[in-house]
């Protein structure tokens, strides 16, 4: 039972030592009673007060570093704040700003550097935080366990932190790898007079290349060519026939030199033996190889540039392994298909035997699958699988997201590091991909095709007006009219 405090009743003494003596006559620190505050007089029945230091929550500490420690050590508590709070939160709204276009933002070299300095400053600030809070405890056990408890939570936070650096790392290391630095790099250029709106264009000429066991070397069986808009983004997909013949070259060039009447080789010339033909030629792959480009296919960029009068700014390069290694990386894709497609069994890089058919009606196709729909030549002609190529691209580059690179980064840069070869800075690449990727743009689809091209015979003077036609088109915003044109959205 606790006795109210009476200073009136009770008598006055004098105040006691801390120190007394034992049995032996030694000195001894004796024990105080405990101190009270002199104006507090607790009733009966009430607890006797504890004094105690208080600190943050551990959750608060490391949820906002640097708020405990504002009064204590201020300048330290806002840099903190800075690197724990603000810097992530700024990142955060970054990224909601760019969510239409994350693939583009997240494969900035510089934006990656800065990510990563975020991230490491916001795990660093928080395990400062925790230690210098815990400076404030006065018991020394749970001083002991705010640091114990908060290292480990810290910890935890940094595991996944940690991978996003290295996937990040990884990233630029493979755009060093697959993109170049200068944007000038593997271009092709015609005089003005020829191609009077090039400047107003991005040209690409995309290749898929196909390296059987049953021929010799590579061959680019895909070729299409994309005419990008720069100022309205109006895009145009122009397929060039694999079997398309008697490609021209510059007078002034070795391969004119070799093939003044037009490309010819021991298999009627067609276009896509060209890349094998000057890769395997010493004198013709050191005249046309550069350090962003190989000999074969430069050599392809200049004739086609010739032959169709238009500049040719880039080139991206991917063999059918590598294709079947994207699609397989983000998920496959799925195709409307009018009807049944025979398939063309085991293709080299597929993983399987393919069915004999697919179709009709909606059909998921993974790389492998994609691999034969894109192959097949058992169903139609080759004008029909070439508007199978420029529908599947379409299809691969819708599906393309920032899903896809998060939960499949490294299949996606295995696939884009080891099969793909570009002209393009990652800037060019990127914007090239959200131009495709925008679903309030239609894409002009051509082939050069009968009627308006007969490969084996080609009159290049009308192949020449046909591409300025469609730039014509493209810039002025109007209709093409062509008997083969198609749109697809």
Same mark, same amino acid.
């Not at 800075?425 to 990127?430: D, Q, W």
């Given at each position: 039972m606790?006795?109210p405090y009476?200073?009136e009743?009770?008598?006055?003494?004098e105040p006691?030592s801390p120190w007394?003596?034992?049995?032996?006559?030694?000195?001894?620190e004796?024990?105080?009673?405990?101190?009270?505050h002199p104006?507090?007089?607790p009733?009966p029945g009430?607890?006797?007060?504890q004094?105690?230091s208080?600190a943050p929550?551990?959750?608060?500490?490391?949820?906002l570093p640097?708020i405990?420690?504002?009064r204590r050590?201020?300048?330290?508590?806002?840099?903190?704040?800075?690197a724990?709070?603000?810097?992530?939160?700024?990142v955060?709204?970054m990224?909601?700003?760019?969510?239409?276009d994350?693939?583009?933002l997240f494969?900035r070299?510089?934006i990656?550097?800065?990510?990563?300095?975020?991230?490491?400053?916001?795990?660093?600030?928080r395990l400062?935080a925790?230690?210098l809070t815990a400076?404030?405890v006065?018991?020394r056990?749970?001083?002991?366990?705010?640091r114990l408890?908060?290292s480990?939570?810290?910890?935890?936070?940094a595991v996944?932190v940690?991978l996003t650096?290295?996937?990040?790392?990884q990233?630029?290391?493979?755009?060093?790898?697959?993109?170049?630095?200068?944007?000038d790099?593997?271009g092709?250029?015609?005089?003005?007079?020829?191609?009077p709106?090039a400047d107003?264009f991005?040209?690409v000429?995309?290749?898929g290349s196909?390296e059987?066991?049953?021929?010799?070397?590579?061959?680019?069986?895909?070729?299409?060519?994309?005419?990008?808009?720069?100022d309205?983004?109006?895009?145009?997909?122009v397929?060039?026939?694999?079997n398309?013949?008697?490609?021209q070259?510059?007078?002034?060039?070795?391969l004119?030199e070799r093939y003044p009447?037009g490309?010819?080789d021991?298999?009627d010339g067609l276009i896509?033996?060209?890349?094998?033909?000057?890769e395997?030629?010493?004198?013709?792959r050191?005249?046309y190889e550069?350090?962003s480009?190989?000999?074969?296919?430069?050599?392809l960029?200049?004739?086609l540039?010739?032959?169709?009068?238009?500049?040719?700014?880039?080139?991206?390069?991917?063999?059918?392994?590598?294709?079947?290694?994207?699609?397989?990386a983000i998920?496959g894709i799925?195709i409307?298909?009018?009807?049944?497609?025979p398939?063309p069994?085991?293709?080299?890089?597929s993983n399987?035997?393919?069915? $004999?058919?697919?179709? &009709? !009606?909606l059909?998921?196709? /993974?790389g492998? @699958? %994609? *691999?034969g729909?894109?192959?097949?030549?058992l169903?139609?002609s080759?004008?029909?699988?070439?508007?199978?190529?420029?529908?599947?691209?379409?299809?691969?580059v819708?599906?393309?997201?920032?899903?896809?690179?998060l939960?499949h980064?490294?299949d996606l840069?295995g696939a884009?590091?080891?099969?793909?070869?570009t002209?393009m800075?990652?800037?060019?690449?990127?914007t090239?991909?959200?131009?495709?990727?925008?679903t309030?743009?239609?894409?002009t689809s051509?082939?050069?095709?009968? $009627?308006?091209?007969? &490969? !084996?015979?080609?009159?290049? /003077?009308?192949? @020449? %007006? *046909?591409?300025?036609q469609i730039?014509?088109?493209?810039?002025n915003?109007?209709?093409l009219?062509?008997?083969?044109?198609?749109?697809?959205?």
């Open positions: 606790v006795v009476d200073s009743a009770a008598p006055e003494r006691e007394a003596l034992d049995a032996a006559g030694r000195v001894t004796a024990s105080a009673p405990p101190l009270r104006t507090f007089r009733s009430q607890p006797q007060p004094l105690t208080r929550g551990l959750s608060g500490v490391i949820a640097g405990a420690l504002w050590l201020p300048i330290v508590g806002a840099l903190l704040m800075i724990g709070v603000m810097a992530p939160a700024f955060l709204v990224v909601l700003q760019h969510a239409d994350l693939i583009g494969t070299p510089n990656l550097r800065g990510v990563a300095l975020v991230a490491i400053a916001a795990i660093t600030s400062i925790v230690w400076d404030s006065r018991d056990r749970a001083q002991h366990n705010m408890f908060g480990l939570a810290v910890a935890a936070l996944p940690s650096l290295i996937r990040i790392e990233a630029n290391n493979v755009v060093a790898q697959v993109f170049q630095q200068s944007p790099a593997g092709v250029t015609v005089a003005a007079a020829i191609d709106l107003q991005h040209t000429l995309l290749m196909d059987g066991a049953d021929r010799l070397g590579l061959r680019t069986d895909t070729m299409i060519i994309a005419l990008v808009h720069e309205t983004g109006r895009t145009a997909l397929s060039v026939p694999r398309l013949k008697h490609l070259f510059p007078p002034d060039s070795l004119a009447d490309f010819e021991d298999e896509n033996a060209l890349y094998i033909i000057v395997n030629d010493s004198e013709l050191a005249e550069t350090p480009t190989p000999a074969g296919v430069h050599a960029m200049q004739g540039s010739y032959s169709l009068g238009i500049t040719i700014d880039d080139f991206a390069l991917i063999n059918s392994c590598g294709f079947v290694q994207v699609v397989d998920g799925t409307d298909l009018e009807s049944e497609l398939m069994g085991k293709l080299r890089c399987y035997h393919l069915e $004999p058919t697919i179709g &009709p !009606g059909t998921y196709m /993974d492998t @699958k %994609a *691999l729909y894109v192959r097949s030549r169903g139609d080759d004008y029909q699988r070439m508007g199978r190529q420029r529908l599947l691209l379409q299809s691969i819708d599906e393309i997201g920032i899903d896809d690179l939960l980064f490294d840069a884009l590091a080891d099969n793909v070869e002209s800075t990652l800037t060019e690449a990127r090239l991909l959200a131009v495709l990727q925008n309030e743009q239609q894409f051509v082939g050069l095709t009968p $009627p308006l091209v007969e &490969p !084996g015979k080609p009159d290049y /003077d009308e192949v @020449k %007006a *046909l591409l300025q730039r014509q088109s493209l810039a915003g109007t209709e009219d062509l008997p083969t044109a198609d749109t697809v959205g």
